[in-house]
């Protein structure tokens, strides 16, 4: 299993966002979890999305297309890592508007690093889904770096997100066809109730602290 993914657009406003009725799956991540390294392996291409060693690099929302009824969403990294005060509340802005208003957003794919697990801004996040009933995918990146014997302190620190992680690797593709699946049943769902959310003024605060 494989997405054609092809880039679209990028948008820093509800302006910009494309005009389609494609159900969209959001990628969300901190600046270093390896959101870019993710979305071309999940497409099996080397340059879909650009990779830098300097995290936190995409400053707007990156709209793929992945089939005609389906797109990926790949959203700023947070924690803001050698950004600018300005420059974060400008990038936290933009993702609250998307996250908390977009009427096509049906999943969102929550990346986590395996070694660390989620904190605050994790958990704020799976609340803001919550809220707007939008389905939640937790991903628990460079699994590849957990020894077996470190898995299941690992998976045990992702329970106060309420599901089940995705143990999930984009250097050796562990996890990457059950990753493919869920998203996919993103909008599937969404189809079936013939609704992509309600919208909600519930907000994540992205700020830098």
């Given at each position: 299993?494989?997405f054609?993914a092809?880039f679209?657009?990028?948008?820093?406003t509800?302006a910009?966002?494309?005009?389609?009725?494609?159900a969209?799956?959001?990628?969300?991540?901190?600046?270093n979890v390896?959101?870019?390294?993710?979305l071309?392996?999940l497409?099996?291409?080397?340059?879909l999305?650009r990779?830098?060693?300097?995290?936190g690099?995409?400053?707007?929302?990156?709209?793929?297309?992945?089939?005609n009824?389906l797109?990926?969403?790949?959203?700023?990294?947070?924690?803001?890592?050698?950004m600018?005060?300005?420059?974060?509340?400008?990038?936290?802005?933009?993702?609250?508007?998307?996250?908390?208003?977009?009427?096509r957003?049906?999943?969102?794919?929550?990346?986590?690093?395996?070694r660390r697990?989620?904190?605050?801004?994790?958990?704020?996040?799976?609340?803001l889904?919550?809220?707007?009933s939008?389905?939640l995918?937790?991903?628990?990146?460079?699994?590849?770096?957990?020894?077996?014997?470190?898995?299941?302190?690992?998976?045990?620190?992702?329970?106060?997100?309420?599901?089940?992680?995705?143990?999930c690797s984009a250097l050796?593709?562990?996890?990457?066809?059950?990753?493919?699946?869920?998203?996919?049943?993103?909008?599937?769902?969404?189809?079936?109730?013939?609704?992509?959310?309600?919208?909600?003024?519930?907000?994540m605060?992205l700020?830098?602290?």
């Amino acid at each position: 299993m494989r997405f054609d993914a092809k880039f679209v657009t990028s948008a820093f406003t509800p302006a910009g966002y494309p005009r389609w009725d494609r159900a969209e799956v959001a990628l969300a991540g901190r600046s270093n979890v390896g959101k870019s390294s993710m979305l071309n392996a999940l497409a099996e291409s080397r340059n879909l999305a650009r990779t830098s060693r300097t995290p936190g690099r995409t400053r707007a929302l990156n709209f793929f297309s992945v089939s005609n009824d389906l797109a990926i969403v790949d959203l700023p990294g947070y924690g803001f890592a050698k950004m600018a005060r300005t420059d974060a509340a400008r990038i936290a802005s933009m993702m609250n508007d998307y996250l908390g208003q977009s009427e096509r957003l049906a999943g969102l794919v929550l990346l986590i690093d395996s070694r660390r697990g989620p904190e605050r801004e994790e958990l704020d996040l799976a609340t803001l889904a919550a809220s707007r009933s939008i389905a939640l995918v937790a991903v628990a990146t460079k699994c590849d770096k957990l020894r077996r014997s470190e898995r299941a302190a690992a998976l045990a620190r992702f329970k106060p997100l309420g599901v089940e992680p995705i143990l999930c690797s984009a250097l050796d593709g562990e996890g990457l066809d059950h990753l493919r699946r869920r998203i996919i049943g993103c909008a599937r769902a969404a189809r079936r109730a013939a609704a992509l959310g309600d919208g909600d003024d519930g907000a994540m605060d992205l700020r830098p602290r």
